[in-house]
């Protein structure tokens, strides 16, 4: 078993996919989870690609998020699409921001992404509110590289 599988236990990736159904419930924003091992580049920057080979830019109203995480450097990004951050102040992502890395510090990986995930859910609800006819544009499960 490989760093990137064996990151989160199964019962984990569960858990964080139902933290994924249960945020897109507050809202018509779509959440995705990306892991990754020995990537080289910057998390954000890595991010961008993923977020594009991922093809979440393609949900109607823009307003996908991608937490990216680096599981051999134990380094993560947050990236919203355009949508997001055409109408969320500058500091929207602060507050997940320093929540995930408290986590992390503490190598409770699993805990700060589903209290993460939950609050990108809850914070979007303001922008982008759950509608009734809203459907599931992208996949709630983990990708893996």
């Known amino acids: 078993m490989d760093i990137v599988e064996s990151f989160f236990s199964k019962i984990e990736e569960d858990e964080i996919v139902e933290a994924i159904r249960t945020a897109e419930k507050n809202t018509s924003g779509e959440i995705r989870v990306h892991l990754e091992k020995n990537e080289q580049k910057p998390p954000m920057e890595r991010s961008r690609e993923v977020f594009y080979s991922l093809e979440m830019d393609k949900t109607k109203a823009k307003n996908a998020v991608l937490f990216y995480i680096n599981v051999s450097k134990k380094q993560f990004a947050i ?17 997940v921001i320093h929540l995930l890395t408290a986590y992390f510090k503490k190598e409770a990986y699993k805990e700060g992404l589903v209290k993460a995930i939950l609050e990108v859910g809850h914070k979007l609800k303001e922008y982008f509110p759950y509608q009734s006819d809203d459907i599931n544009e992208l996949d709630d499960t983990i990708s893996k590289e």
């Open 79 to 95: 990236l919203g699409d355009q949508g997001i951050d055409e109408v969320v102040p500058d500091n929207f992502w602060q507050d």
